[in-house]
């Protein structure tokens, strides 16, 4: 017989009635029934029900042992009675009368309870993970994870994808987010990076003469974190040669729509072949947003028009002073009372914004000020364009268009929430296309690269050579499932003219671009083919899955907010040997005022 076990927790059936068996696992619970002691043994696979009455010498062993206690038992597997069978467990139809039992690790007073699942403070989840792993929603989430990464690259090399690594050490960019820097020993003074992604690399490997790339790839970015973000992410990176926008869609599709149906544990998934391509200004005039959640029915309106001359004063200002007007309905309304609305209002306050105007309308009668000063004939009139019925009614943002659209684009959300318009048990995906190559910066007061600076302009040099910056849309997209940007990818600019050519409109010289992209300029120089690639996030795909909305709950050892490994103690202080070697002096921050030592 195996040392540790003849079967796993999970195995067991009626078939073995009769068999000695032995079994090894953690006490997951005991229950006491007067004489008789009732164990869950559990380990990876599974639980078994395991029994020690009065003439088993395992009794008084399981009475002195703690939860998640590690033993081995030795005993003969029983039918359980009719009555008694749990349907619930794979095993549910016998259980184990201990023989005999061996102690293999015997656990102190537990910091935090793994029965059930209790909903226990993240910084002692976090400090105490192997055991937050061990709660059975947590070790589904994880192995989900790995199911998940096992289909996609089962997927990738079907269609022909090959699997390369890029490296983990490599040089700092200008462009993106900040760098996680590692110090050179060898070369002092100087520092590697993590790859925030591997993106120049499976770049050059398309120069390389290598078609079709792929590989789940630790990414690193150092910034501030939130649900959906982590200081260290996994994407599935890939990268294709002499296609098309089109041919990177038909790709991806199969990858990720055949993906989601396959885990999707009965809910529908958008079928492969027909996600909406919606245009970037579509997406934000209709959704506030390029991220649109399609599960929410609601649609933004523009009724800029209609306010530029109105009793409604306010409206009136805005639009004269080039803003615009953004409408969300809010339908089937007419019972809803005052306070709706005003709180509605208040949330808009409470997220920043001036404030949500409203509309309300019940048996055709339209109330609040706006309708009020705007005019039951104009009101009407709107409504009417808008397709709205007697008992709908409207919430108004307006304002600049990029805050209106904001704020629309967060109102949508709130309504569909409040009147329960969400559907469920759906994952909706779209493409967001045609993202403007270029935008206005604000704050430096100059034009910009909009998103990837790498992305071929639609149009190519005669766009960047004849067109208005701010209109020229480039070759970019992202694949959005629930209102969560699973990837953003691009057609490449292969050519040195026209890469030299975008950055020049963004303020770089020639020089920059040699300076900062020196790799990737002169091996385009060499003969590069037209590429193309996207890079879906591994954590948002799980996390979606797994149906969490954080994506610690599908990393096996994630950070906290503060971007504290609490279990490791990382990060830590280096030791000052180890810092001299690496010629590097530790510099503290300047104290905060009323922070500084008393004076003795």
Request: proline share 7%.
């Amino acid at each position: 017989m195996h040392a540790y076990r003849t079967h796993t927790c999970a195995q067991l059936s009626s078939e073995n009635v009769g068999e000695t068996v032995r079994l090894s696992g953690w006490m997951h619970r005991k229950r006491d029934h007067g004489g008789v002691l009732f164990v869950d043994l559990r380990d990876h696979y599974g639980i078994t029900q395991i029994v020690a009455d009065e003439d088993s010498p395992a009794l008084p062993v399981f009475e002195s042992l703690r939860a998640e206690s590690v033993v081995t038992i030795d005993g003969e597997v029983k039918a359980r009675t009719p009555e008694t069978v749990n349907a619930n467990l794979s095993t549910g139809e016998i259980e184990v009368f201990a023989r005999s039992i061996t102690v293999q690790s015997a656990a102190e007073e537990l910091p935090m309870p793994v029965f059930e699942e209790p909903d226990y403070p993240e910084e002692i989840r976090l400090k105490y993970r192997y055991l937050d792993l061990r709660r059975e929603t947590m070790h589904r989430n994880i192995v989900l994870r790995s199911q998940v990464i096992s289909s996609i690259r089962n997927r990738m090399v079907e269609q022909g994808f090959t699997e390369f690594q890029t490296p983990i050490l490599t040089a700092s960019s200008p462009e993106g987010a900040r760098d996680f820097l590692v110090p050179s020993r060898m070369q002092q003074g100087k520092f590697y990076a993590l790859p925030q992604a591997p993106q120049m690399f499976k770049q050059l490997l398309m120069v390389s003469g290598f078609d079709r790339y792929f590989q789940i790839a630790p990414c690193f970015r150092d910034e501030d974190l939130r649900a959906d973000r982590s200081l260290e992410f996994y994407q599935l990176d890939f990268e294709m040669s002499f296609v098309t926008q089109e041919d990177v869609f038909q790709a991806l599709e199969p990858v990720l729509g055949g993906l989601f149906a396959e885990f999707a544990n009965g809910k529908s998934v958008t079928p492969v072949g027909e996600f909406p391509r919606i245009p970037y200004k579509e997406a934000m005039l209709k959704y506030g947003t390029d991220k649109p959640d399609l599960r929410n029915p609601l649609i933004i309106s523009d009724v800029t028009s209609h306010f530029e001359k109105s009793g409604f004063g306010l409206f009136e200002k805005i639009v004269g002073g080039g803003g615009v007007v953004r409408v969300v309905p809010a339908p089937n309304t007419n019972e809803k009372s005052r306070k709706f609305f005003d709180d509605m209002n208040n949330w808009a306050r409470g997220e920043g914004f001036a404030g949500l105007g409203y509309v309300t309308r019940k048996g055709g009668e339209f109330g609040g000020p706006i309708a009020k000063n705007h005019g039951p004939d104009r009101m009407e009139e709107l409504y009417n364009e808008l397709g709205l019925g007697p008992d709908d009614g409207l919430f108004f943002a307006a304002g600049k268009e990029t805050d209106a659209a904001k704020l629309a684009g967060a109102a949508r959300t709130q309504v569909a929430e409040q009147l329960d318009l969400i559907e469920p048990d759906c994952f909706k995906f779209c493409w967001i296309v045609d993202f403007p190559m270029f935008e206005y910066d604000e704050d430096t007061k100059r034009v910009d690269f909009s998103h990837n600076p790498f992305s071929m302009p639609q149009g190519e040099m005669e766009a960047l050579e004849s067109m208005d910056p701010l209109e020229i849309k480039a070759w970019q997209y992202d694949i959005v499932c629930n209102g969560y940007e699973l990837s953003s990818g691009a057609i490449r600019n292969h050519r040195p003219d026209i890469m030299y050519k975008a950055f020049e409109i963004a303020g770089y010289s020639k020089e920059d671009v040699d300076a900062n992209f020196s790799g990737m300029i002169e091996a385009f120089k060499l003969g590069a083919p037209p590429h193309g690639g996207s890079a879906p996030g591994i954590d948002r795909i799980v996390m979606l899955l797994a149906g969490e909305e954080a994506i610690r709950e599908v990393i096996a050892f994630p950070m906290n907010q503060k971007g504290e490994d609490l279990m490791m103690g990382a990060p830590s202080r280096a030791e000052p040997a180890q810092l001299r070697e690496l010629s590097i002096r530790v510099v503290e921050p300047p104290k905060k005022p009323g922070t500084e030592a008393p004076k003795a």
